[in-house]
């Protein structure tokens, strides 16, 4: 039976956030899952889950969460950036690109700048 403690899910998104760093995002994304579960609302876990995905080469389920972030947050500029490098990274350029500038255009980070490319 799981469990719906919200202190075990807060250990659990903690945790998560350890895998991750650790480079284990299969082990973080397990964590995540009960999370969200319980707390389907929580974009955070969301967006780290997504993260997640990214990292252990899970595109397609990288995408479908960033794009629910954007749909809760669309002013979330690290999650169009996370949704750009994923399409990029499947090699749908054309639309990491749009993602790119508009992460930029909403938080002009150094790095958002550099692949938003607006001089191409």
Known sequence: MPDNNPETHVIDYRAAEQLLAARDP????????????????NTAARLLRARAFFAAAQLRPAELEFELVL?????????????????????RHQHAKRHFRLAAALDPK???????????
């Open 26 to 41: 299969r082990g973080a994304v397990k964590l995540l899952d009960s999370v969200i579960a319980a707390h389907p609302e």
């Open 71 to 91: 749909e809760r947050e669309p002013d979330n500029a690290f999650a169009h950036f996370g949704l750009a490098r994923t399409l990029e990274r499947a090699g």
């Open 110 to 120: 150094p790095e958002y700048l550099e692949a938003a490319r607006f001089d191409t």
